[in-house]
């Protein structure tokens, strides 16, 4: 995922198989045809119980946002394989971290929308400049493939003096794309 910050350096969030899939961070040259290695980090890896269901461990599909000078690292945890497979994000005031996960994490999983494998998406915004996350499913609760796209609509709240904002997604607004049968 690449990110352009405000002060004009550009950040690749990716991930590295060490141990599990885990996430991190460089920062790119200006003609993004290579990443300053010196600047390498890591960002996330799935140590929490929601990400962890199997023996698997596996952090990806790194998405950052930045809301009110707060950066959200927005990721999936568990084999896309797994019915596990969810959503989560961490916070940080810069775009290497350190990050804090979100203590309300998963915010997308099977229970919330009643879909196995939810997860490894994208935002967006609307042409209203609404919030959306797409993003993939199981086919169904018996099969993995082919995997479906979906699309649940997604809002910042208000920043407080304790806490920053806190990203939620309506479960009333998800649906999938497209369903081939």
Not at 109 to 125: L, S, V, W
Request: aromatic letters at 14%; one cysteine or more; proline letters at 4%.
């Amino acid at each position: 995922y690449i990110f352009f910050d405000d002060d004009g350096k550009i950040y690749i969030y990716y991930v590295k198989l060490s141990g599990g899939n885990k996430i991190h961070v460089a920062e790119m040259n200006e003609d993004l045809t290579a990443i300053k290695q010196e600047t390498s980090l890591l960002c996330i890896e799935a140590t929490d119980g929601w990400e962890v269901t199997d023996r698997i461990r596996v952090a990806e599909g790194p998405t950052v946002l930045k809301q009110e000078g707060k950066y959200y690292l927005f990721y999936s945890t568990n084999h896309f394989e797994n019915r596990d497979y969810a959503v989560g994000y961490a916070v940080s005031d810069s775009p290497i971290g350190p990050w804090t996960k979100f203590n309300g994490n998963p915010i997308l999983n099977r229970e919330m929308i009643g879909a196995y494998g939810t997860g490894h998406g994208d935002f967006f915004k609307d042409k209203n400049g609404e919030y959306r996350y797409v993003f993939h499913t199981h086919y169904d609760n018996s099969r993995v493939q082919p995997r479906l796209t979906a699309i649940i609509n997604g809002e910042f709240s208000a920043a407080s003096s304790q806490s920053p904002p806190v990203m939620s997604l309506d479960r009333e607004t998800f649906k999938y794309l497209l369903i081939n049968n």
